[in-house]
T-cell receptor, first 114, second 114 residues
Framework: NAGVTQTPKFQVLKTGQSMTLQCAQDMNHEYMSWYRQDPGMGLRLIHYSVGAGITDQGEVPNGYNVSRSTTEDFPLRLLSAAPSQTSVYFC?????????????FGQGTRLTVV | GNSVTQMEGPVTLSEEAFLTINCTYT??????LFWYVQYPGEGLQLLLK?????DKGSNKGFEATYRKETTSFHLEKGSVQVSDSAVYFC?????????????FGKGTHLIIQP
């Protein structure tokens, strides 16, 4: 019953460091995405993927890279962390779009950049 | 572009009180509408949804009706419990509700006091 699993749960980075946030889902979902949640801003879409080998930008993609080599995994890379990237990051997955689809979210990664 | 506006909290109520959280949206076309709930320390989970005008979504005593004429999707519950304390997000999607295309409001923090 794993669903969407994100690691790590917490991370502190220094400005300029790089890191990868991991996301894995075991529901064989085609769609996966990354959102960031900031106080007073709701959730905003960073990048998304509609299948292995296919990615696209969301509303706030700058400073982040993604790739989708398998259906299960969708890592988010920060190449050079900045304080503005301090946020809570959520990975989500869903089946192919349709009238009854639903997004499933991981528990989040709280990232602090100092 | 698409946008969602919801009342900002925190909203503090006593147990057994009536709850309304207002949500209005702007979208081209006919989006699907959603309410997601985030309990402390957890990811978002779908509470209810409606996919066309006049549809009523309901779950766990909560309900919301898709009102196209007023572009609204207000969340209501007749008698709230302490366990309903959480952050509630109104969202829309013109892609069916999958992980790739959700637009969220800023969230409403609900606090229920015994």
């Amino acid at each position: 019953n794993a669903g969407v699993t994100q690691t790590p749960k917490f991370q502190v980075l220094k400005t300029g460091q790089s890191m990868t946030l991991q996301c894995a889902q075991d529901m064989n979902h085609e769609y996966m995405s990354w959102y960031r949640q900031d106080p007073g801003m709701g959730l905003r879409l960073i990048h998304y993927s509609v299948g292995a080998g296919i990615t696209d930008q969301g509303e706030v993609p700058n400073g982040y890279n993604v790739s989708r080599s398998t259906t299960e995994d969708f890592p988010l890379r920060l190449l050079s962390a900045a304080p503005s990237q301090t946020s809570v990051y959520f990975c989500a997955s869903s089946p192919r779009e349709g009238s009854n689809t639903e997004a499933f979210f991981g528990q989040g990664t709280r990232l602090t950049v100092v | 572009g698409n946008s969602v506006t919801q009342m900002e909290g925190p909203v503090t109520l006593s147990e057994e009180a009536f709850l309304t959280i207002n949500c209005t949206y702007t979208a081209t076309g006919y989006p699907s509408l959603f309410w997601y709930v985030q309990y402390p320390g957890e990811g978002l989970q779908l509470l209810l949804k409606a996919t066309k005008a006049d549809d009523k979504g309901s779950n766990k005593g909560f309900e919301a009706t898709y009102r196209k004429e007023t572009t609204s999707f207000h969340l209501e519950k007749g008698s709230v419990q302490v366990s309903d304390s959480a952050v509630y997000f109104c969202a829309l999607s013109d892609r069916g509700g999958g992980a790739d295309g959700l637009t969220f409001g800023k969230g409403t923090h609900l606090i229920i006091q015994p």
